[in-house]
Each structure stands twice: as C-alpha cells, then as structure tokens.
C-alpha cells in the first residue's frame, strides 16, 4: 500500500514540476528526478519496514540511525530541492551538493550499517535480484577496497576537470549521471571502509579498511588544493549562466569550492582511520574477555588495548 502510494506521490509531484515549476515551495524538487525522488523514499519506506521487524537485540543503535537518516535526509535536499537550483549558479554551493551526495551522506549511511534492517523491509523481487549469481559476482569484485577506492576517486574527481564539468552541467542528462555515479561511488567505498563487523564475517581486516579510508585521502588534496589555489577561472559555466551573488568573484568562488572539496572530505578520512581503529580495539577487548586462558598462565598485559588479563 505505501509502496504504490510513493509512486502516486512521485507522478503527482513530477507533474507539479512539468507544469507549475515556479509555484511549488522550496523542499519540492527544482528539477524532478524520478530516480532519485522514488529511490529517496523507498529507502526511507524499506528502512522503516526493516526497523519494526529486525529483533530488539540486532537492531542498530539510535546513533546509528540518526546517521543513516540524515544522510538519506542530506542526498533528497541537495537534489530534490530548489537548492539544486543555487548549486548551478554558484561553484561552491555545487561543491556543497557534491561532496553531501559523494562524502557526507554515503559516510553517514554506511554508518547507520543498514543491510540487516533492509533485508527486512524490502520486497521479496529486490531481495532475489540482489542475490542473483551475477549480482554478486559484480558487487565481490567491486567490494574489494582498490576497486572501490578507483571508483570512489573517479566518480568524485572526473567531473572536475574543467571541460568535463561544463559538459555535464550544460546536459540534463550528463547531470544526473554526474550525481548519481557520485552517490554510487560514495556509498561502494564507505560500505567497504566503516564494515564495523570483523574479519570474518567481514573481508578485509580493520587495518586494510583503515588503509583504505585513509590514502584516499591524498589524491583528494592533490585535486581540490590545485582547483582552491588557482588564479584562473576553471569553470566558465558559473559566468556564463549567472552567478547567484555577483559580488563573489570567480576565483573567490573558485577558492570556496576548492576548499570545501578540501577540508570536509579530510576529515571524514581521518574520521573514517579512527572509527576503524576503535572498532579493532572493541573487537579485540571483546575476544579477549572471551579467551580461556590455559592452566598456570600468567597475567599480561595487553598494550593495544589497555585491558589486563
């Protein structure tokens, strides 16, 4: 029942905007995206589903929830919203939606770990066409971390070479490929890096993980420190179209862009190397409050973390 009415909301929403853009309310969609607008909402619907059946003892915690939430909430407002219309007229209000849509929201949903609680609330049909052989096939090799981190640095960093980005942003539909190849590349990598399980049932160890949330870090500073420190005006698409506050220049706008490209995204990579190293120490504490020690063993002293046996 839900479920048909998101697709009467996502038909009566994408006429609104087919023929009365201008006197929808600003959380309407500037440019509906029927891909993103379902997807948004069916996440949401499945989440919830899950939520009410997965047992009290497996159920993620509240943190965790509010970090899945949020960032489905972030992706739907940079897209699904007339902010996707300031995001084309400024270079820094564009790297705001790309970095939510790239970084922040696929790090807060890969947080919220939601695969338990959505393989309780989707439909049987996508639970079998996620367990098809060639599905998984795709996603094992693709799960690996240098595959995701090559995804994860080309989905973010080839939309940024100048003539490419004034190509997809001229195109509605090299647009929404630009979007969608970053939300996609975002989520891949960050389900990889914060997997809080451990090795096994997890693939990789928590320092390869670790590794891997953080070295990508480095070709991320390369581009956007060259992009923040330029003199020349990389992206005439801004001047072209109109810039939303004209008193900003292009290089200062430029700038802007450069370093929120910059700074957020560092963060996160650094958070991402402390989120795994804690959850190696909790994992550690945890097999060695159940290790047997044998008879006539003496008490050590365990460095890494902290606890005594």
Same mark, same amino acid.
């Given at each position: ?20 853009p %201008?006197?929808? $309310? ?5 440019? /509906? ?5 379902? #997807?948004?909402? &069916?996440? @949401?619907l499945w989440?919830?589903r ?6 009290? %003892?497996?159920? $993620? ?5 509010? /970090? ?5 909430? #972030?992706?739907? &407002?940079? @897209? ?29 949903i ?13 439909p ?6 996620c367990?098809?052989r ?35 942003m ?45 070295l990508?870090m ?11 420190l ?6 005439s ?28 995204p ?24 159940t290790f ?5 063993a ?12």
């Amino acid at each position: 029942m839900l479920d048909s009415l998101i697709l009467l909301a996502a038909l009566i929403v994408g006429l609104l905007c087919h023929y009365y853009p %201008a006197h929808l $309310p600003y959380l309407f969609p500037f440019v /509906f995206n029927a891909p993103e607008f379902i #997807g948004c909402w &069916f996440m @949401l619907l499945w989440y919830l589903r899950g939520m009410a059946r997965i047992a009290a %003892a497996a159920r $993620p915690g509240r943190l965790r929830q509010w /970090f899945f939430l949020l960032g489905l909430g #972030g992706i739907y &407002f940079v @897209l699904q919203t007339h902010f996707e219309y300031i995001s084309q007229h400024m270079f820094f209000l564009n790297r705001i939606q790309a970095v939510t849509i790239g970084m922040l929201a696929p790090f807060g949903i890969a947080i919220g770990w939601m695969p338990d609680v959505l393989r309780l609330g989707v439909p049987p049909w996508v639970l079998r066409a996620c367990r098809g052989r060639a599905v998984r096939a795709t996603l094992r090799v693709l799960g690996h971390p240098l595959p995701a981190m090559a995804i994860f640095l080309t989905t973010t960093d080839v939309w940024l070479i100048p003539s490419v980005h004034f190509a997809a942003m001229i195109n509605p539909l090299l647009y929404a490929v630009m979007n969608i190849s970053c939300l996609l590349g975002g989520l891949l990598f960050w389900l990889v890096v914060l997997d809080p399980r451990p090795n096994p049932p997890a693939r990789f160890s928590y320092l390869t993980r670790a590794a891997t949330g953080f070295l990508v870090m480095f070709p991320q500073i390369a581009v956007s420190s060259y992009i923040a420190l330029s003199t020349q005006d990389l992206y005439s698409f801004y001047t072209l179209c109109g810039r939303l506050f004209p008193n900003i220049s292009p290089t200062y706008d430029q700038m802007l862009g450069g370093l929120i490209q910059w700074i957020p995204p560092g963060m996160l990579n650094t958070a991402a190397l402390i989120i795994s190293l804690n959850a190696l120490r909790l994992s550690d504490i945890k097999a060695e409050e159940t290790f047997v020690p044998p008879p006539g063993a003496k008490i050590y002293e365990a460095k890494w973390t902290g606890q005594k046996r």
